[in-house]
């Protein structure tokens, strides 16, 4: 923490407190490095590295009752006095983070804030479960937000939130630099101990702060800025960044595929209010880099299959363009409605017809219209392919993420995919053409092919055919 305080001071562009974390049940095997002191009396032992129980989701909530159990079969150990002030500072950096992200989140209305402060709640209770088996002084006992003991630690929440208060841009750089300070201070508490239940308590939020580091940096480069490491090293940061989200399973299961809402219709055309008061439904979980480039990536690839298709359509004439660009723009706006409610840039925001931010994108959309303005059936072998081309895409997507909101809108994309591509592939042998896959498997075309068009709830729009 001290090393935040030393950056504010010297007017650095960024400040820095503690972390947050994530909780939920099972063993980890890094428990970091323990040269801790010998505590005067009997210790505890260092234990057995994947005997330690990590407790973390990647939304960073912590299962306090499951690591109460643990940290109540480990005997007290007899604390040093650098233990003691370790776990006192601790609860109170804890509180520091949940405060700071209250008060950013009152000001800015980021969803990230309002949930690593949820999460920074159970970090600040897995400290006191600690400090109430040792019978210490919670320090924290009765404070309000933004009210501490310490008075280095009130001073930093007091710069921290000054400058997290000038942009949304400034306050996302407090959130990271408190996750790094976090991380830091975590591991060097970690090290002054050999108390297995401290090392369990520390190593979980340790966790959970890197979790949230890789949430704010994401949440930071959707919006265009790249974030510099201000108290890690680039090596450290980069191995944090680089590696999946650390957690335990979850208490909460995800419903069964079929409970997931169905709001798609045969012609493609997604029923996006209905969609968006389910999507509204689920807390918004922290999300992964890879989860945030996915719906940045869908967003615009769904912006591609509409613009081709309306190109396509003033080319040709045929209806079955004007009805699938018009079932295309539900496909758009979905996607949208998980851009707003992660507050990421919709790259797609007044771009016209055949524009993207994309290159790759750009590039594939000047190929498609190229090839379809050809002939009516190249045409309509461009849909086809379009169509085969989303499939794999959503289904990658889906396999990428754990979040329900997202899986529910790409399920649905996905089943409108499948039926424009029976509709387009239905339009070819109509003109007497087969049309042979070019990415699906036979087996996974003859599949969708052979199946039943895909339907739920009242899209609203046309549908596909000629």
């Known amino acids: 923490m001290k090393r935040i305080l030393s950056l504010l001071l010297i007017g650095a562009l960024f400040l820095s407190v503690l972390g947050a974390g994530c909780i939920g049940t099972t063993t980890t095997t890094n428990t970091g490095t323990t040269t801790g002191a010998q505590g005067a009396g009997a210790t505890q032992g260092k234990g057995n590295a994947d005997q330690m129980p990590l407790a973390v989701n990647q939304n960073g909530t912590i299962n306090t009752a499951d690591l109460k159990s643990y940290i109540d079969s480990i005997p007290a150990g007899q604390l040093t006095q650098e233990e003691k002030d370790g776990l006192l500072y601790m ?45 210490l002084t919670d320090p924290t006992a009765n404070e309000g937000i933004g009210q501490f003991q310490n008075e280095e630690i009130q001073n930093l929440y007091n710069q921290l939130i000054e400058m997290g208060m000038k ?28 108390k297995v239940d401290i090392i369990t308590v520390y190593e979980n939020l340790m966790k959970g702060s890197e979790n949230h580091l890789r949430s704010f940096v994401g949440q930071l480069e959707s919006r265009g800025v790249k974030y510099t490491p201000q108290v890690l090293s680039e090596d450290e940061f980069y191995a944090i960044l680089n590696s999946p989200m650390e957690t335990g399973p979850s208490t909460a299961q995800p419903p069964a595929n079929d409970t997931l809402p169905v709001v798609t219709n045969e012609n493609g055309t997604v029923n996006t209010a209905d969609l968006k008061s389910y999507v509204d439904s689920i807390p918004a979980g922290q999300l992964t880099q890879e989860e945030i480039e996915g719906l940045i990536y869908m967003v615009e690839e769904e912006k591609l299959a509409h613009d081709v298709y309306v190109t396509l359509y003033e080319k040709w004439g045929l209806q079955i363009f004007k009805n699938i660009a018009d079932s295309e723009t539900t496909h758009v706006n979905a996607v949208r409605t998980l851009l707003e409610k992660y507050n990421i840039t919709d790259p797609t925001k007044d771009e016209p017809v055949g524009v993207f931010t994309n290159p790759d994108i750009q590039a594939l959309y000047n190929q498609l219209v190229e090839q379809g303005s050809k002939s009516v059936i190249d045409a309509l072998k461009v849909g086809a392919l379009i169509e085969e081309t989303d499939i794999i895409d959503l289904q990658e997507r889906i396999d990428q993420t754990d979040k329900l909101d997202i899986i529910a809108v790409y399920e649905n994309l996905m089943m409108g995919s499948r039926n424009h591509l029976r509709a387009f592939v239905k339009t070819l042998s109509n003109y007497g053409v087969t049309y042979e896959p070019q990415l699906l498997s036979m087996e996974e075309y003859e599949a969708i092919i052979n199946s039943p068009m895909g339907t739920g709830g009242n899209g609203q729009g046309h549908g596909n055919g000629r």
């Open 167 to 194: 942009s949304e841009i400034d306050a996302l750089k407090v959130g990271a630099l408190i996750e790094e300070t976090d991380i830091k201070d975590l591991q060097e508490r970690i090290d002054q101990t050999d």
């Open 91 to 135: 609860v109170e950096e804890e509180k520091l983070a949940h405060d700071v992200y209250i008060k950013l989140y009152e000001k800015w209305g980021l969803p990230i804030f309002k949930n690593i402060a949820d999460s920074e709640t159970t970090h600040v209770n897995a400290v006191r479960l600690l400090l109430e088996k040792y019978n």
